[in-house]
């Protein structure tokens, strides 16, 4: 027998030495829940660790993500305010623009990735402007490109559209440009699915809709060569990066995303996703840490360069007590 593949695997060494992939803290993209007001820590019941956060609480907790390597954070609002159109998601002194400009000041050096969604920001809680009980695909548009401009304005690095709307990139794309924002990047929210994954996520953002679902422009789990369409459709209109979400339960997505696309590749490891494990851990019956890793390297594994993970502070924590993950 000249072949034994068991030679690649006699120690920890060797075994490091033939690692295909590895999850680096660079990977990872820390999401955060920005609340008006102050002193504000308000914990959410669904997601244990995950707190919504007033911006003098935010700070302390970018200041421990930063100083345990974390350099790229993806910021929700939680606005007192909310009408029928979401206008506060483009006021120039909303939450997330006074977050963003706040740790700008301080940290120049980290990526600040604005979400761009009408969901937080409306009375409905839907992603677009309602009619007659219909998302207004094309009358969304100017409002998400509004919502962009104030983001790149505050100092975001990258907006990222999670509304799938359809045309929004290449809108959003455009509006930027016209406003002398062409360094800001657009970080697509391209397959994005109506998944049950993402229960939790609304508890903490306040976004769950007060009528019906998102169906009709979130993703059917069903469909995989659609989300092709729907990357190819992206990068047509000028992204510069590209998603799939959910995480763990699309990796074939994410894995047809990486052989057929060259941009880099993103991926969410959402709420549900997080929620469970730490259900599971809670219940003694995983090991968090080595799930974790796990389920960071299978998304690795299919194709993803970047992770969004409520997981990136306890990773970056383990790693830094060099514990064996």
């Known amino acids: ?8 695997r006699t120690g920890d060494t060797i075994r490091d030495l033939v690692r295909e992939n590895e999850v680096r803290l660079t990977d ?41 390597g974390i350099r790229a954070f993806l910021f929700f609002g939680i606005p007192l305010h909310k009408d029928e159109t979401g206008s506060g998601a483009w006021h120039r002194d909303n939450v997330v623009a006074r977050a963003i400009r706040a740790i700008k000041d301080k940290y120049p050096q980290v990526v600040l990735i604005a ?33 962009s401009v104030t983001m790149a304005d505050a100092g975001a690095d990258i907006v990222a559209p999670s509304d799938m709307m359809d045309g929004r990139i290449g809108y959003i794309r455009d509006d930027l440009d016209r406003h002398g924002f062409t360094d800001v990047a657009v970080m697509a929210y391209s397959a994005k699915f109506a998944s049950a994954y993402y229960s939790p996520f609304r508890d903490a953002a306040h976004s769950a809709p007060a009528f019906g679902d998102r169906r009709t422009y979130q993703m059917d789990p069903a469909n995989g060569r659609e989300a092709l369409r729907e990357l190819a459709e992206d990068e ?44 599971a851990a809670a219940a003694g019956f995983i090991d968090e840490k080595r799930i974790v890793h796990e389920n960071l390297l299978a998304m690795k594994r299919a194709g993803a360069d970047l992770i969004i993970t409520y997981h990136a502070v306890d990773y970056a924590k383990w790693l830094a007590q060099k514990e064996k993950l």
Do not use: W
């Not at 955060?32 to 700070?59: H, T, W, Y």
């Open 1 to 8: 027998m000249r072949t034994r593949l068991r030679r690649l």
């Open 28 to 68: 990872l993209i820390y999401p955060v829940f920005v609340a008006e007001g102050k002193n504000i820590r308000n914990p959410v019941e669904s997601m244990p660790g995950i707190c919504q956060l007033s911006i003098d609480n935010l700070m302390t907790e970018i200041d421990l993500a930063v100083s345990l």
């Open 115 to 147: 979400d761009i969604c009408l969901c937080e920001y409306t009375s409905h809680g839907h992603c677009g402007v309602i009619h007659d009980g219909c998302i207004m695909n094309d009358e969304t548009l100017p409002l998400l490109a509004r919502m």
């Open 236 to 279: 047509a209109e000028g992204a510069d990066y590209l998603m799939v979400k959910p995480a763990l339960a699309y990796l074939d997505v994410l894995r047809e995303a990486r052989q057929n696309f060259r941009l880099p590749l993103v991926t969410y490891n959402v709420s549900g996703e997080y929620a469970m494990v730490k259900a």
